[in-house]
């Protein structure tokens, strides 16, 4: 499950501040102090300056300050707002680099530890939540939408088969 992405920047960190688990801190108290803006600026997109700050607070309490280990899934929680950030600024805006934006955060995600199923199912019920209603659809984003989500379920269908103990209709 875990692909080696970390490890590499582990490395690096290592390289430029020193061997020690300080280091790696360090490089998570960087991470987490630029993933807390993100998390407000998605916060308000769903609601008003004092809810919102409400929210990063308590994200910023319940979050690393608990738990200050440079796990893998802390990245894969700072990759996955940003790319839901890039999302919800590309339902704002229909800029193509957006999507590109969402796309590289899934990808370097998957580079810390594989879960490029949960990320891209995600992504893609939000592009077709997103259009739902509309008629002027191109047909090549209607593909691009559609071919994903059946190889989704394709995939998701095939695990679920393999799970011991009840069939595979009742999941």
Do not use: D
């Not at 229909?94 to 580079?111: P, Q």
């Not at 592009?127 to 059946?150: C, D, M």
């Amino acid at each position: 499950a875990y692909t080696g992405g970390l490890a590499i920047y582990h490395a690096g960190v290592f390289r430029l501040l020193g061997t020690s688990l300080l280091s790696l801190r360090i490089a998570l108290l960087a991470a987490y102090m630029a993933w807390l803006p993100v998390v407000y600026w998605i916060a308000r997109r769903f609601g008003a300056w004092g809810p919102a700050t409400f929210v990063s607070a308590i994200v910023a309490a319940w979050s690393v300050p608990n738990s200050v280990s440079a796990m893998p899934s802390w990245y894969n929680l700072f990759l996955a707002t940003a790319g839901a950030a890039a999302l919800c600024r590309f339902l704002e805006t229909r800029r193509r680099g957006w999507l590109v934006a969402a796309g590289m955060a899934g990808g370097l995600s998957v580079l810390v530890k594989v879960i490029l199923l949960e990320y891209v199912a995600a992504g893609l019920l939000v592009l077709v939540w997103n259009e739902r209603g509309e008629t002027t659809t191109s047909r090549a984003y209607s593909w691009f939408i559609t071919v994903p989500l059946i190889l989704f379920v394709a995939a998701l269908s095939h695990v679920v088969a393999r799970l011991p103990g009840v069939s595979p209709q009742w999941h």
